[in-house]
């Protein structure tokens, strides 16, 4: 849903590597606060999926996001 960096920080300490998974639903709708590197990184995920609106008018997903979904060669 939308978990931010606070709840994705709290899942990684607690979890680990348990929140491996193929496929990721971007936090948030893929704002910059949501889908941290560290959160990331910790997923592993082969593709991440982003719900929002085509041309939204808070401007998610985030370029901050999807340059570090590039970074990964995440689609």
């Known amino acids: 849903g939308d978990a931010e960096d606070d709840q994705e920080e709290y899942l990684v300490d607690t979890y680990g590597s348990q929140l ?8 948030h709708h893929g704002s910059a606060s949501s889908s ?3 959160f990331l990184d910790t997923v592993q995920p082969a593709a991440v999926v ?4 085509y041309d ?6 985030n370029d901050e996001v ?3 979904l590039s ?3 995440i689609p």
């Open 50 to 53: 982003i719900s929002s609106a």
């Open 36 to 38: 941290s590197g560290a």
């Open 71 to 73: 970074d990964r060669s």
């Open 56 to 61: 939204s008018q808070y401007g998610h997903p």
């Open 66 to 68: 999807l340059e570090r």
């Open 20 to 27: 491996e998974s193929t496929v990721l639903k971007a936090g």
